[in-house]
């Protein structure tokens, strides 16, 4: 079995911040964040603080050849998933086990045109992360990756291999058998909620408040995630928007979604990967979409408002 001893992360947010520390951890400076420019120089000074601590991890410029590393991990948003494939290119090698923790659905076909498909993991991850002016917190005893190859009624070696460093480092995560499923339903999740808080500037606790308005709505958006998923074969059904209620009930009250963070925060958020992807699948494949058409239009209203087209 492939042991891991090198990793390459890109990404160190809100969700690449979940695993870098325990990755030096156990790693050293086999655990690598690629960055360049003003930014490399930005993190080798002043570190990034993750629960109040300061860390400082081994930062590798894109253009450099330290070799393949055994494992490559995406932590960024889809908005730089572009430029985050250039700057990996001399990182995965045909042997390089790919993990994508981005938001969505497409980013493993995207990284895969660029790479080797057949060495990325199906992958999300879930975890209540804040990132407030350049400082990332998560409460410790929540967060979970979800990874796998798409059906895990038998291990492969990677997704072993994987198993064995998460479990070293102890990193929280589970292998789904239907990790295609799983991913879906964090889709799901996103389109319908993650908007839903950005277009209303509300946090989770609206969809305990407001049970007729706000979950009409969020019900009604995440119906065209499981038509688009029942037609891609995808086994999401209406059971699991109803076993979503009293999660989606409980949730942090206070907690912001990404996407609320970003308008919050006058940053482009991800909606070409949640409505955005949401229309272009639909319309792919015969599926109505006119709450995400919705949805699409109010959230590109709300960039406009952070840009001040409107003043």
Known sequence: MKEIKT???IGLGA?????????????????????????????????????DISYK?????????TGYADFAIFAVKNTQLSQAIVDMKNQIGPDTIVMSLLNGVTSEI???????????LTSVIRVPSLNQNGKISYPESSGMISFGEEKNDKLSPRVEAVKRLFDKAQIRYQIPNDMLKNMWLKYMSNVSENQLCAILG???????????????MRENAAREVIAIAQKKGINLSEQDLVDRIPIVRGLIPDGKPSTLQDIEAGRKTEVETFAGDVIRMGQEIGVATPYNEIFYHMIYALEEKNEGKFS
């Open 110 to 120: 995207h990284i895969g045109q660029a790479f080797y498909p057949e060495n990325i």
């Open 57 to 65: 991890f081994p930062i590798v410029e894109p253009e450099e050849k």
């Open 7 to 9: 990793v390459s992360l």
């Open 15 to 51: 969700i690449g911040a979940f695993v870098a520390p325990k990755l030096q951890e156990k790693l050293g400076d086999n655990f690598r964040v690629i960055a360049g420019g003003s930014r490399k120089k930005r993190l080798e000074k002043q570190g990034v603080i993750i629960n």
């Open 202 to 216: 509300v946090p989770y606790k609206g969809f305990a408040v407001s049970l007729d308005h706000i979950e009409y």
